[in-house]
């Protein structure tokens, strides 16, 4: 899923001019501070665990995302790594994904992208999307 399809709020832009988002449109949510949201409605086919994917850009600094599911905030914030080892500043270097296990409900559930304050909260999201179960690919 293009992350820049999803329900946005707070400091929060569709963008697409840095080079390499992996969307189909080269689009990206740009997730700029404190109170940026972005929120994917999903329907799953059953309850159980997944596996939520984040595809992602950080300008050489790692960042962190709460993942807000089903309106309960997850305690653990969801790290974004700069895997890709870009230099600071280098956006269109730093492409790359990240992971979290997530459980939930057969039917509509809702997955927000939340910025808390204490989060490292800039970073760029070009993609989200889930597998069934706990798998790491």
Same mark, same amino acid.
Not at 108 to 123: H, K
């Given at each position: 899923? @293009?992350?820049?399809?999803?329900?946005?709020?707070?400091? /929060? /832009?569709?963008? $697409? @001019?840095?080079?390499?988002?992996?969307?189909? =449109?080269?689009?990206?949510?740009?997730?700029?501070?404190?109170?940026?949201?972005?929120?994917?409605?999903? &329907?799953?086919? +059953?309850?159980?665990?997944? =596996?939520?994917?984040?595809?992602? $850009?950080?300008?050489?600094? !790692?960042?962190? /995302?709460?993942?807000?599911? &089903?309106?309960?905030?997850?305690?653990?914030?969801? %790290?974004?790594?700069?895997?890709?080892?870009? +230099?600071?500043?280098?956006? !269109?270097?730093?492409? =790359?994904?990240?992971?979290?296990?997530?459980?939930?409900?057969?039917? =509509? &559930?809702?997955?927000?992208?939340?910025?808390?304050? @204490?989060? %490292? /909260?800039?970073?760029?999201?070009? %993609?989200?999307?889930? +597998?069934?179960? %706990?798998?790491?690919?």
């Amino acid at each position: 899923m @293009d992350a820049a399809s999803l329900r946005i709020k707070g400091p /929060t /832009t569709a963008a $697409s @001019d840095i080079q390499g988002a992996r969307s189909e =449109t080269g689009s990206y949510l740009m997730m700029s501070g404190p109170g940026a949201s972005a929120t994917w409605t999903v &329907n799953v086919p +059953k309850d159980g665990q997944y =596996t939520l994917f984040v595809g992602y $850009s950080v300008p050489g600094k !790692d960042a962190a /995302t709460t993942l807000v599911l &089903n309106s309960k905030v997850r305690e653990a914030p969801t %790290q974004l790594k700069n895997y890709a080892m870009a +230099k600071e500043g280098a956006w !269109d270097k730093g492409w =790359t994904r990240s992971f979290a296990y997530v459980e939930l409900n057969k039917g =509509t &559930n809702t997955i927000e992208f939340y910025s808390m304050t @204490d989060n %490292q /909260t800039q970073y760029a999201l070009d %993609q989200v999307w889930l +597998k069934e179960g %706990q798998v790491k690919g």
